[in-house]
């Protein structure tokens, strides 16, 4: 079982790897950094089509290896 969970934790973060890569940035530099954050935060930009589905993507990832460490920490652990 140990051996299971351990399988499924690299290929999340393999995953997670490869969704992080595959987006493109949000901003260019230190101008899109103060500019490109106040527009984000407030709305004006809203991610469609491909840049939706890498976002959603990711989080699933991130949640999976997020569980799946805590899981095979405690059954290690024991």
Same mark, same amino acid.
């Given at each position: 079982?140990?051996?299971? *969970?351990?399988?499924? @934790?690299?290929?999340? =973060? @393999?995953? $997670?790897?490869? !969704?992080?890569?595959?987006?493109?940035?949000? /901003?260019?530099? $230190? /101008?899109?950094?103060? =500019?490109?954050?106040?527009?984000?935060? *407030?709305?004006?930009?809203?991610?469609?089509? $491909?840049? @939706?589905?890498?976002?959603? !993507?990711?989080?699933?990832? %991130? &949640? =999976?290896? *997020?569980?799946?460490?805590? !899981? &095979? %920490?405690? &059954? !290690?652990?024991?």
């Amino acid at each position: 079982m140990e051996t299971l *969970f351990k399988i499924l @934790l690299i290929i999340s =973060s @393999l995953g $997670l790897i490869a !969704v992080v890569l595959l987006q493109k940035g949000k /901003s260019a530099g $230190l /101008s899109g950094a103060i =500019s490109g954050g106040a527009e984000h935060l *407030f709305g004006k930009q809203k991610a469609r089509g $491909l840049d @939706l589905l890498l976002s959603r !993507v990711t989080i699933g990832f %991130a &949640v =999976s290896f *997020f569980i799946l460490s805590l !899981v &095979v %920490a405690y &059954v !290690v652990g024991n």
